[in-house]
């Protein structure tokens, strides 16, 4: 990626050290809520711990911690959420691989779920995934502004089906045809947006942050969403599938809709540089501690992979 931001300088924030401490946190927090690989039925068990252990960026759970401290909160009290977040989005990334859905032989790196467990048990573990989700966002405390229902209602409508799987069926529609930049747009929102705003929103909630953080949350995580699903398609056609641990212009083959498909190279660019400048604008005027968010946000527009 050739898009730079003048946000953030490396000196002001370590982003490096701040991720590699958040991710070793959440690993050991999610290896406490998933049973344990020995658990009957141990292959279901040993599957559901496969895909959540495979190297992914933790970027949602990340984010959501990042907003609490944003807010004034600590991390232990988001941190349920974090991990909800994750086993939500694990769980999609088991089914898009799947034969009926996007057909691919490897995720993060190495071979996806159902190629080592069989179709049946990949399904079953995305299914367990989505489950256990909601049985540990369940064990949040609440909050003053934000109660128990509060917190399933979002978890529940950004995996709903006029969201996340909402924004898959479109997509899955939308292969082979060629479609207006509107209606990708409408796949993007859903698909990825949608759950990477719930995940700044849950973030801001478990430090009971005001109307006012909640509102630029809200909007900093649906243009990152944006920004982040457009990046995802540029580097689908620019990168090799080493670097992005997953099969490179996959995409293009299934004549799946993608920004570079049907605006261009340079001027997805622009848009995702646009997306992402909205997105800091909306902490503009935040009143907390966003630089981690800032620093984040700089990263997505910039990485690689």
Known sequence: MALKTD??????????????????????ALDRHLPRANTKPVTLHKAMRYSVFAGGKRLRPILCLAAAEACGGNRAQAMPLACALECIHTYSLIHDDLPAMDNDDFRRGRPTCHKVFGEAVAILAGDALLTLAFEIAAQCRGWRRYNHKDIILELAEAAGSRQLVGGQVADLEAEGRTIKESELRFIHE????????????????????NRSQLKALTDFGFNVGLAFQVIDDILDVTQSSEQLGKTAGKDQAVGKATYPAIVGLERSREIAAALTKKAFRALKDFHGRPQALLALGKYLLERDH
């Not at 946000?7 to 991720?19: A, G, P």
């Not at 859903?190 to 009971?208: D, E, Q, Y």
């Open 7 to 28: 946000v953030l300088s490396e000196s002001e924030f370590d982003l490096k050290q701040y991720v590699h401490t958040l991710r070793k946190e959440v690993d050991k």
């Open 190 to 209: 859903r698909k990825t947006a949608a759950l990477l705003t719930t995940s700044l929103r849950l973030g801001g909630m478990a430090a009971n942050c």
